[in-house]
């Protein structure tokens, strides 16, 4: 099974947003709460599920990353554009 993140956009500002377990929607993908396995994976769908059901967060999905060194890296060019900021200006990006 490929590794999971859940990310969404925080409804407040429209910002990208990770999921941990701990300390909830945080803003790095480095410090997400990462599903290697169907009943972790199954956690923090229902987790998403129910932050989108309080309207704190749009557009939740679990997204396939990978193990880079201590790194996670998304596996999808969109997801790696989303982590890296806008790209509409340097001054912008994260």
């Known amino acids: 099974m490929a590794l999971k993140v859940l990310t969404a956009n ?12 701990e300390d ?3 803003h790095t ?4 709460s ?8 199954a956690a923090l769908n229902e987790a998403g ?9 749009v557009d939740v999905n679990l997204i396939d ?5 201590s790194a996670l ?12 900021g806008p790209t509409t200006h340097p001054e912008f990006a994260r």
């Open 10 to 21: 925080r409804l407040t500002d429209g910002e990208v947003v990770y999921f941990n377990q």
């Open 24 to 26: 909830g929607w945080i």
């Open 29 to 32: 993908l480095s410090n997400a």
């Open 34 to 41: 990462v599903g290697s396995d169907e009943e972790t994976v």
């Open 49 to 57: 599920a129910a932050s989108a059901a309080r309207n704190e967060v």
């Open 65 to 69: 990353v990978f193990q880079e060194g």
């Open 73 to 84: 890296r998304p596996a999808r060019l969109r997801e790696i554009i989303r982590a890296a």
